[in-house]
């Protein structure tokens, strides 16, 4: 994190009322949106959120695709939450979280304070940047973890992130691109070598999830159990080619699963069929898809 960010202790007024505003739909919102950015309100600011004893989220407002408030951060993906808590509660054993694209590690920490059964956070975070603050988010917390500046893939090797040519503005729209020097380290999870246990992976890499579960086949082998979380996003579709039917014939090739979307609680997918003529992209920009170890 920049020496030159001010870390403030809950959202300005001034954000907390613009985005009240845009929530509620009321005239002048996007107005007065327009004149703080030009008035640079945003810049160098950092929001530390608390949002129970022992977890705190610190948010990036000078990103534009970030400048939440508590609403917006306790109601971050909150489909994909509530879905993960629901399949997660049915066990009381331990479980531990393997975050690949990790960010700010939002989705962690929020599973952990809703899931007492979390026992470790393993998150993977190749942008130096948010890799910065998901440090300083784990740090605090009261659970054992270990974040890794590091992609996620098929190989180990190096890589780099590009913007693809629909989204020149967001960070988080950024997917891997081998390269033979330089950039951020990319693993495999089955290089993690881990034990049989209890597992919740997140895949959120941006066009990336088939060569991840294709590098974490022991992993999801030999876990006693474990569920698993894609996207599907028919942009990230149309630049890859890989339709994501294929990542969740994937993740049924290792072990039986379940497969549930979360924006519509439909748990009948046919892996014969492509997804988006399954779940065509009307309204919702992107879907999320839970699968669980049978």
Same mark, same amino acid.
């Given at each position: 994190?920049?020496?030159?960010?001010?870390?403030?202790?809950?959202?300005?007024?001034?954000?907390?009322?613009?985005?009240?505003?845009?929530?509620?739909?009321?005239?002048?919102?996007?107005?007065?949106?327009?004149?703080?950015?030009?008035?640079?309100?945003?810049?160098?600011?950092?929001?530390?959120?608390?949002?129970?004893?022992?977890?705190?989220?610190?948010?990036?407002?000078?990103?534009?695709?970030?400048?939440?408030?508590?609403? &917006?951060? $306790?109601?971050?993906?909150?489909?994909? @939450?509530?879905?993960? /808590? !629901? #399949?997660?509660?049915?066990?009381?054993?331990?479980?531990?979280?393997?975050?690949?694209?990790?960010?700010?590690?939002?989705?962690?920490?929020?599973?952990?304070?809703?899931?007492?059964?979390?026992?470790?956070?393993?998150?993977?975070?190749?942008?130096?940047?948010?890799?910065?603050?998901?440090?300083?988010?784990?740090?605090?917390?009261?659970?054992?973890?270990?974040?890794?500046?590091?992609?996620?893939?098929?190989?180990?090797?190096?890589?780099?992130?590009?913007?693809?040519?629909?989204?020149?503005?967001?960070?988080?729209?950024?997917?891997?691109?081998?390269?033979?020097?330089?950039?951020?380290?990319?693993?495999?999870? &089955?290089? $993690?070598?881990?034990?049989?246990?209890? @597992?919740?992976?997140? /895949? !959120? #890499?941006?066009?990336?999830?088939?060569?991840?579960?294709?590098?974490?086949?022991?992993?999801?082998?030999?876990?006693?159990?474990?569920?698993?979380?894609?996207?599907?996003?028919?942009?990230?579709?149309?630049?890859?080619?890989?339709?994501?039917?294929?990542?969740?014939?994937?993740?049924?090739?290792?072990?039986?699963?379940?497969?549930?979307?979360?924006?519509?609680?439909?748990?009948?997918?046919?892996?014969?069929?492509?997804?988006?003529?399954?779940?065509?992209?009307?309204?919702?920009?992107?879907?999320?898809?839970?699968?669980?170890?049978?």
């Amino acid at each position: 994190m920049a020496e030159d960010m001010i870390v403030l202790d809950g959202a300005p007024l001034l954000l907390s009322l613009v985005r009240f505003m845009m929530r509620h739909r009321i005239r002048g919102a996007w107005r007065l949106f327009e004149l703080l950015k030009r008035r640079e309100y945003f810049q160098r600011k950092i929001i530390r959120y608390e949002i129970k004893k022992g977890f705190s989220v610190h948010v990036p407002i000078y990103r534009p695709e970030r400048r939440w408030d508590r609403f &917006d951060l $306790l109601h971050y993906e909150r489909e994909l @939450l509530d879905m993960l /808590v !629901d #399949v997660a509660s049915t066990s009381n054993s331990p479980l531990t979280i393997v975050d690949c694209g990790a960010d700010l590690g939002v989705i962690s920490i929020l599973l952990a304070v809703r899931l007492g059964r979390i026992s470790r956070i393993l998150a993977f975070e190749p942008n130096k940047e948010s890799f910065s603050l998901l440090q300083k988010n784990l740090s605090g917390i009261p659970i054992a973890h270990e974040a890794f500046q590091s992609a996620v893939s098929d190989f180990a090797g190096r890589g780099e992130l590009k913007n693809p040519d629909y989204d020149n503005n967001y960070d988080q729209s950024r997917y891997l691109v081998p390269v033979t020097e330089g950039g951020f380290s990319v693993t495999t999870l &089955d290089a $993690l070598q881990l034990s049989p246990q209890d @597992l919740l992976i997140k /895949v !959120d #890499v941006e066009g990336g999830e088939l060569a991840v579960i294709r590098g974490a086949r022991n992993t999801i082998a030999t876990a006693k159990s474990v569920i698993i979380t894609t996207e599907a996003h028919p942009r990230v579709f149309g630049r890859t080619g890989i339709d994501p039917i294929v990542v969740l014939r994937e993740i049924a090739a290792v072990r039986p699963f379940r497969f549930i979307v979360c924006e519509t609680g439909q748990s009948d997918l046919d892996l014969s069929k492509p997804f988006f003529e399954q779940m065509p992209p009307n309204g919702a920009y992107n879907y999320n898809v839970v699968a669980c170890s049978n």
